[in-house]
């Protein structure tokens, strides 16, 4: 029976640890007071399995929209109705993140989690990245596939007047029949520190997604394309 895993730095396995009510105030922060519903969950039904095979955390792959997801997270509340994403916020663990729970068609086939990254090194962006891939492991072995790669310059780099991007990409996949696994990491870091960077902002994406590909069905025709005006009448 496959279980999720354990955010602990430990090689215990802890399932309390995947799900917990409290909201950090750092991730509360990225998201306006006015979009957080305050519904207290409903009780999880025993019968449900709680494999991955099954669904994700007791919510069962190819669930409608309009189904209820059982969770400890607190529900955001997006303005776009016609959307067909349910998203929340609360802890994995130690980690503050966001839960998308994507639907298609033929239902609830992806669940999307992203990390709040906070700290803004690439060394230890991909340290978070292997503390995942390690518990990862634990549960579902090792990956059936991995891409590590780094590129830019190196921590040490000083030169204020020409900054550069220190980065690494960093991908693990699993197979959990009938589901796969994908943790991705993106990090990009501008270099050197200072507080007259060229480019603000945090460039760093951090995902863990748990997705059933018997789900990934959309009848909804491609946007037609459209035509572009010359990039001389953009720039």
């Known amino acids: 029976m496959q279980l999720g895993y354990s955010q602990d730095d430990s090689l215990s396995f ?26 207290s969950p409903a009780v ?8 991955i095979d099954a669904g994700y955390k007791g919510f ?3 669930s409608s929209f309009q189904t209820t997801i059982i969770t400890n997270f607190t ?25 998308h729970y994507f639907f298609a068609d033929s ?36 990956p059936s ?29 699993w197979k959990a029949e009938p589901a796969v696994i994908e943790l991705y990491l993106n990090s990009s870091v501008l270099l050197p520190k200072s507080d007259v960077s060229i480019f603000s902002g945090n460039y760093s994406i951090l995902k863990l997604v748990y997705y059933n590909p018997d789900y990934m069905y959309s009848s909804s025709p491609a946007p037609p394309s459209q035509e572009l005006p010359s990039i001389f009448e953009i720039y």
């Open 145 to 173: 596939k991995i891409n590590h790669k780094e590129s830019g310059v190196s921590s040490a780099y000083s030169n204020l007047l020409d900054q550069r991007f220190s980065n690494a990409f960093y991908r693990s996949s």
């Open 107 to 142: 239902g609830f086939w992806k669940v999307e989690i992203d990390f709040v990254i906070h700290d803004l090194s690439v060394e230890k962006q991909v340290q978070t990245f292997l503390r995942h891939e390690k518990n990862i492991s634990e549960v579902y072995g090792p």
């Open 44 to 51: 999880l039904d025993p019968s449900i399995p709680l494999t």
């Open 60 to 62: 069962l792959w190819g």
């Open 75 to 99: 529900k955001i509340n997006k303005p776009d109705t016609s959307s067909m994403v349910k998203s929340f916020v609360g802890n994995l663990g130690p980690d503050s993140a966001h839960v």
């Open 14 to 39: 802890n399932p309390d640890s995947l799900e917990t009510a409290n909201v950090s105030t750092d991730t509360l922060s990225q998201v306006s007071a006015e979009s957080i519903s305050e519904e």
